[in-house]
């Protein structure tokens, strides 16, 4: 498996979204905290790839509604879709361009990560330390062992919604999701005022194209 593969992996890990049984827990493991949502959401996926694999390994796509079921709900895409946009251009869409871009890219996200859950293999995670942020946000500081190399620093952020903790952004390997996609969306956006419009309809191109 190469660097991108384990990096990914590593995301879906450290976001508490597989198998806990190899993971490390840090300090932090109070009940209601991140890191017990966390383990809680892990056992769920576990629990689910057991049960379903040989489905899986016959129908690969039948792990797209795993993944809505179990973590879509632990992820905010609005804010993560509008920080990847940014202030100005996010202001600047009309409130169906929000909605279509919105879903375009929690696709988009989805079948990117489904994927590597598919490529999963027992990976541990080490749970470093938790770190209160601004508000109602936690750093979670993690990292993921890699054979024959350092391993992957993966640090995620997440904030209190409607009284759940929601995954807003993950920096892996001092890469975050965030800002990777803001320089891309802004490329595709440009200066004039179809700029949305366009990134929306190339992410729905990039999202039909995975589908096939």
Known sequence: MNRFNRIVIGWVLCAGLLPAGGVSAGPEDVKGSAS????????????????????????????????????????????????????????????AERRDLIRAFQDLLIRTY???LLNYSGQKIRYLSEKPGRRSSVMVFTEVPEPGADPVPVNYKVHKKGGKWKI????????????NYR????????????????LINRIREMNAKGKR
Do not use: C
């Open 36 to 95: 017990a949502t966390i383990k809680q959401t892990s056992e769920r996926m576990l629990a689910a790839l057991e049960r379903q694999r040989p489905a899986l390994e016959r129908n690969p796509s039948r792990i797209y509604g795993l993944v809505n079921r179990i973590l879509v709900p632990h992820f905010d895409f609005k804010r993560i879709t509008r920080a990847a946009v940014g202030r100005k251009h996010w202001k600047q869409a009309t409130p």
């Open 114 to 116: 489904a994927k590597a």
């Open 168 to 179: 807003y952004d993950v920096k892996i390997d001092n890469v975050s999701l965030v800002s």
């Open 183 to 198: 320089s891309s969306f802004r490329s595709q956006i440009g200066r004039d005022k179809n700029g949305i419009r366009r």
